[in-house]
């Protein structure tokens, strides 16, 4: 038993309403019906960050009801940020008053999260000195915050690290640097555009990454009164200003929550309309739903994912950064995989230890076997890389209920999915974490017709 787990699973469920940490779920009856998506994770909670860098009030719109809002909430609040909901969804953050923050108090809201990472360049302009506690995050790796601490060092930081966490100061003030990372990514990138859009001079960030909601950070820093230009092979260039004002912005959707969904369609036999969804943003994933032998619509107002009726097809899928299948799209995928007729492989490339959650799937009577060192094969695109593992996925075989305790976001969905797919009854506890970053997850689950119960 994972005793932080299980606090970090009851202060989610609480942050956003949730009355059990515990569900029962009744599974073999498809979800259908409509559901929506708002603003996505990855970016609100960039965006609630960036709002420190201005000197007037900023107002975020499509703001989700997840526990990662609150938790960013309570930081920005710890600091002095004024924090208002206008309407639901409608943040106003006002950072006239922004001041230093006693450790309990970060230490209090953040938890486990790494958000607190990514205010290291904003306080260090408005205050010169900023700290961060030891970070957690979903267990699904080391996720090392070298690729941070030595950007911000590049920038001009002076990085102290203690006994209860990091100390930062910049007696200089940051300054633009030539920055490369050793791998795109996204955390590193934002940390470089929320560090560097107000340092002295230009910065030139090589190997970043480009993900949509990068994209969408960007166009808030621009609004912001940010000069930032993207140019080809991955080279992001930052003409530092002396000052931000706010900005009004409403999120790009949640391709994640949306993709899961999708996949949940899949895996039991459903039909699920996305509202919010958008099909640029998804191209790769619909690629591979088609695949697999999903049906989908795009809509006006969202995309429509169905389950035709005919066998599902085995597929073999390599996690990348974008625009390659994302690492948070593969293991909602996996449980409609077991459902496939014949033999699927997912190279996971970009996070290690990623497939914990199958051992869950197996024990609901999974053919799953993963590859610790990942497999070499001719047909493979992305370049092998040290830390990546293997899933084969052997199907379609027949799901059945189980106990189950959710190991991170991703693979608590996932376990969600197989349990509303499996015939029988399932009790998953530590949902709490799932709402991390999936909405109103419970509420869907009514909208689509599943049969479950809080406990």
Excluded at 46 to 70: Q, R
Excluded at 242 to 263: C, M, P
Excluded at 282 to 304: H, P, Q, S
Excluded at 439 to 455: C, M, N, R, S, T
């Amino acid at each position: 038993m994972n005793s932080h787990l299980d606090l970090d699973s009851r202060k989610a469920a609480q942050r956003v309403g949730l009355t059990s940490d515990t569900i029962v779920i009744r599974g073999g009856k498809p979800l259908n019906g409509r559901i929506e998506v708002r603003g996505a994770k990855n970016l609100v909670t960039k965006a609630m960050v960036a709002a420190l860098l201005a000197d007037t009030p900023s107002i975020l719109k499509g703001v989700p009801e997840i526990s990662d809002v609150h938790v960013v909430k309570g930081l920005l609040e710890a600091h002095g940020v004024v924090v208002d909901e206008l309407m639901p969804g409608e943040l106003r953050l006002d950072p006239s008053n922004v001041s230093s923050a006693h450790f309990a108090e970060i230490n209090a809201h953040a938890g486990s999260s790494r958000i607190p990472i990514l205010f290291c360049g904003p306080l260090l302009h408005q205050l010169g000195e900023a700290f961060i506690p030891d970070l957690g995050g979903c267990r699904i790796g080391d996720r090392p915050i070298d690729f941070h601490l030595n950007a911000l060092r590049a920038l001009g930081a002076v990085v102290e690290k203690l006994d209860d966490g990091i100390h930062l100061t910049a007696p200089d003030g940051l300054i633009g640097a030539n920055i490369e990372l050793p791998f795109p990514s996204v955390g590193a990138t934002e940390q470089v555009l929320l560090s560097a859009v107000r340092a002295e001079g230009t910065t030139e960030l090589k190997n970043a990454a480009i993900e949509p909601e990068i994209m969408d950070l960007i166009a808030i820093l621009q609004k912001m009164g940010a000069i930032i230009s993207v140019e080809p092979n991955r080279v992001i260039v930052i003409e530092g200003v002396q000052k931000l004002r706010g900005y009004v912005h409403t999120a790009i959707f949640d391709r994640n929550e949306a993709a899961s969904w999708a996949s949940a369609a899949l895996a039991t036999h459903g039909d699920i309309t996305v509202g919010g969804a958008k099909q640029q943003e998804l191209m790769t994933f619909l690629n591979v739903y088609r695949k697999v032998g999903g049906e989908f619509e795009v809509l006006e107002d969202g995309i429509r994912f169905y389950h035709p009726g005919t066998p599902l097809k085995p597929v073999m899928v390599e996690t990348d950064v974008h625009p390659g299948f994302m690492t948070d799209w593969q293991q909602p995928l996996i449980v409609a995989l077991t459902q496939a007729e014949g033999t699927s492989v997912v190279h996971e490339t970009v996070y290690e230890n990623r497939f914990g959650f199958t051992d869950a799937l197996n024990t609901m009577g999974a053919d799953i076997t993963v590859h610790q060192s990942g497999i070499a094969s001719i047909t493979r695109r992305v370049p092998r890389r040290p830390l990546e593992q293997a899933a084969v996925v052997t199907g379609p075989t027949h799901l059945t209920g189980a106990d189950v305790r959710v190991p991170d976001l991703r693979g608590g969905f996932s376990h969600l999915i197989a349990a509303l797919a499996a015939e029988g009854t399932s009790t998953i506890s530590n949902v709490g974490i799932i709402s991390r970053g999936y909405e109103l997850f419970i509420d869907k689950l009514e909208q689509l017709g599943a049969d479950f119960e809080l406990v």
